[in-house]
């Protein structure tokens, strides 16, 4: 006799899992992996992250460590060798670190969620971006809080407007959310605006949660400012980061936060409640890939800068589209608007007929909230070959459409 599957369908579930999103590139990252199953070919401009190889030095050292036997648990905020190098690694950027006020993780991610849970309680108000990297929402919700968003659109550069965010302050706001570079726009907050917004949380006695993990790639000379640079942010930041993008290890999981001092301990025992701690040869290649030779990031951001220049030269080039050079980030943030609008469709729709009829993965701008209506995100994550004949289609497609 066949047995069926068994189901789950009576069993009910905590109405927090209701307010948890997803993350659209992988949705569509799998969508556009069954279509080639099917043999189809596609494009992938899709998913953030960098098509280079983890570095070989990186690798060893992970080897080495475990076939050192570095194979029990650790302490869960991380080995002090590691935060010992990220200290050293966040100090030559001009922001104060100690070891002690760090706590590794598996990836950058926990670090939001730990922050979320740690500071809001239900019904407190976090003031995240939009668009934005659709964890900060997921967070926010998952604690019991509401996101308040924020606009960022590309009159401003992308900048956050301080007046518009002082403007929506209430008594219950705990969390002020920043990212720079930022996904999905590459826009990168400028020191004079940074200045501004640690004025507004000092006054308002917010947290900030600053998340730089794409601090690396900036296109425009000077160095990412930091707001935990600033007079009296430091002891009122989180500062996330993590290896995934700067060092092409998004699979290995790891990344970490600086905390303001008391708190990393507190924090460490989200984490040894949570995972227990990251592997110890995770770390290991962390710690080569910090103090190992930096040439396999300069020749990265190197090519990302050339990608750069070829995607936003060949999208300001599509009639309908508007385009600028992102300042930072590895993302182009095309405004389609002239032609969802006159075609009647949404940016989703958009994205839809690309990777359906012309075999393009990318995303629409509403994977990172509203406010992305009528832009499209594209990911430097692919050759500069297989750029140029995506973006020759995405000409193609967009010849087919009124504008
Ligand atoms: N923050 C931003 C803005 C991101 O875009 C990402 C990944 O795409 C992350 C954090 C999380 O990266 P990870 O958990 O791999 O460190």
């Known amino acids: 006799m066949p047995t069926s599957a068994p189901t789950a369908a009576h069993i009910p579930l905590a109405a927090r899992l209701d307010d948890l999103r997803t993350e659209s590139a992988f949705v569509v990252l799998a969508r556009a992996k069954e279509l080639e199953r099917q043999g189809r070919q596609i494009l992938h401009v899709e998913i953030g992250e960098p098509d280079f190889p983890t570095a070989p030095h990186i690798v060893e050292a992970a080897v080495r460590a475990l076939h050192d036997g570095e194979t029990r648990y650790g302490p869960a905020g991380g080995l002090l060798d590691l935060r010992v190098a990220i200290a050293n690694h966040l100090t030559s950027f001009g922001i104060a670190a100690e070891p002690d006020n760090i706590v590794v993780t598996p990836g950058s991610k926990p670090i939001l969620f730990y922050a979320a849970l740690a500071l809001l309680e239900h019904g407190d108000e976090a003031l995240i971006p939009d668009p934005a990297y659709p ?23 992308f900048s956050p407007d301080v007046d518009a965010i002082a403007a929506s302050i209430t ?138 220049a070829l995607v936003a030269e060949r999208l300001a080039a599509i009639p309908g589209v508007r385009m600028r050079a992102p300042a930072g980030a590895f993302y182009a943030f095309p405004d389609v608007s002239a032609i969802t609008n006159a075609s009647g469709i949404t940016a989703a729709q958009l994205a839809d007929t690309l990777l359906q009829n012309f075999g393009v993965a990318l995303l629409p701008g509403t994977a990172f909230g509203a406010a992305g209506e009528g832009h499209l995100r594209l990911s430097f994550s692919a050759s500069r070959i297989d750029l140029d004949r995506a973006l020759t289609i995405v000409a193609r497609c967009f010849g087919t459409l009124p504008h």
């Open 171 to 308: 008594a219950r706001t705990r969390v002020l959310v920043l990212n720079t570079p930022q996904n999905p726009t590459g826009g990168v907050i400028d020191a004079a605006r940074l200045a501004a917004l640690a004025e507004l949380a000092i006054a308002n006695d917010l947290v900030v949660i600053v998340d730089e993990i794409y601090r690396p790639f900036n296109y425009d000379g000077a160095p990412v400012p930091s707001i935990t640079t600033l007079p009296g942010m430091r002891e009122r930041c989180i500062l996330v980061d993590g290896f995934s993008k700067a060092y092409a290890m998004t699979g290995w999981r790891l990344g970490f936060g600086l905390f303001p001092a008391p708190l990393a301990p507190r924090f460490a025992l989200l984490a040894l409640n949570d995972h227990a701690c990251v592997p110890a040869f995770v770390q290991r290649a962390g710690i080569a890939a910090l103090t190992g030779t930096q040439e396999p990031l300069r020749a990265m951001i190197a090519e990302f800068a050339a990608r750069r």
């Open 135 to 157: 964890i900060y929402d997921s967070a926010v919700r998952f604690a019991g809080a509401h996101p308040i968003t924020y606009r960022l659109d590309s009159s401003n550069d």
